[in-house]
């Protein structure tokens, strides 16, 4: 009988887990089809997205279970804007593209100590990996190593489709407590004061409020983040053009590098973390980059020694290749435009080099 009672128990639980996931893939085919959907808002309550009065000029960047496509970095078969799959998991089929993973070396990966309880690391824990089978929540992870005073920049790459509640990148403190939400579907990095959070619907996040800031990320984009503590500015990118300077005043504080998703089967991946003093060869490097802004690298147009060349590619190549010129939203990101990048961190780096 006992037996009997384990087998029937046993069934009942597969069947359960078989009606999630049927119902996620229904959920996606009704949005597909122009079906009025259900959604989970910010603070993980399950509402109709359509009657949310406070997202009426933010349409498009309401949370959809339909993938973002057509944002990527590259333009590889992968990644490009495919066809709408009957089934999400099929999706995740898709294999990765390995462009723009250029770097070897790498500051800090994800931290395998601090992290929620639906992830798993893998490729030297460079990419983490959400909610396995299925999401009942949101999952987090920082990186492990601290972002001391100097200058960090680092890229993550969206490796699965992007879609649901939330998928964000940002930084936060170390009182932000990752496993807070695990079962609630929620916008976790900048629901309190102690992070700031980029959703890849376009709108930043932080106190638990939300702004328009970028054009929407999907599978393939990649999202850089410059976090330079003397001068206390985070600075985003997307697909290396920068998007805009996020928040100032981030003097004195310790962060971590984070991620978090409410996506079943979602996975990021760090490509690139570098990190470096605020000396005068960075800020000189800084400046040269800004003043030839339109090649790939900047070391390619400067007379210079080859051994100076690379010693400065070693140590500042990420700075020689970033792009300052602000990138232009979509039509379909709903952001009237894109913040201010170049203006903002020249302005505050002038202002903090007169007073020292």
Request: charged fraction near 20%.
């Amino acid at each position: 009988n006992s037996m009997a009672r384990r087998t029937r128990s046993s069934r009942a639980w597969h069947f359960v887990l078989s009606g999630v996931r049927r119902e996620t893939d229904s959920r996606a085919i009704a949005l597909a089809t122009g079906t009025r959907g259900w959604g989970y808002d910010s603070d993980g309550q399950h509402s109709d997205s359509d009657s949310e009065p406070e997202f009426s000029s933010l349409s498009p960047s309401i949370p959809s279970a339909i993938p973002v496509t057509g944002e990527s970095y590259c333009n590889c078969e992968s990644q490009s804007e495919a066809p709408y799959f009957s089934s999400l998991h099929a999706l995740h089929r898709v294999k990765d593209c390995q462009c723009g993973e250029e770097d070897e070396y790498f500051d800090w990966v994800w931290d395998d100590l601090n992290k929620s309880t639906a992830t798993l690391l893998t490729c030297d824990n460079r990419k983490v990996n959400f909610h396995m089978e299925y999401s009942c929540g949101t999952a987090a992870i920082r990186g492990n190593k601290e972002l001391a005073d100097g200058q960090h920049f680092w890229e993550i790459k969206m490796t699965s489709p992007v879609y649901g509640t939330d998928m964000m990148v940002g930084i936060g403190t170390s009182d932000v407590n990752l496993d807070k939400y695990r079962h609630t579907f929620c916008s976790l990095l900048g629901k309190d004061e102690d992070s700031w959070g980029l959703s890849y619907t376009g709108l930043l996040h932080h106190k638990g409020d939300k702004t328009n800031f970028s054009s929407r990320f999907g599978q393939g984009s990649i999202i850089g983040l410059h976090l330079d503590t003397w001068h206390g500015t985070l600075t985003f990118f997307k697909n290396r053009k920068c998007i805009g300077v996020a928040a100032t005043k981030l003097q004195n504080k310790k962060f971590y590098p984070m991620v978090c998703s409410t996506a079943a089967k979602s996975s990021m991946k760090v490509i690139r973390s570098c990190a470096s003093c605020t000396s005068l060869q960075y800020l000189c490097c800084y400046r040269l980059r800004q003043l030839l802004p339109d090649y790939v690298d900047t070391l390619e147009v400067l007379p210079l020694p080859p051994g100076l060349k690379q010693v400065l590619h070693n140590k500042l190549g990420w700075v020689l290749s970033m792009n300052y010129s602000t990138s232009k939203p979509s039509s379909s990101s709903g952001s009237d435009s894109d913040s201010s990048c170049g203006s903002d961190a020249e302005a505050c780096q002038r202002k903090r080099c007169r007073r020292t």
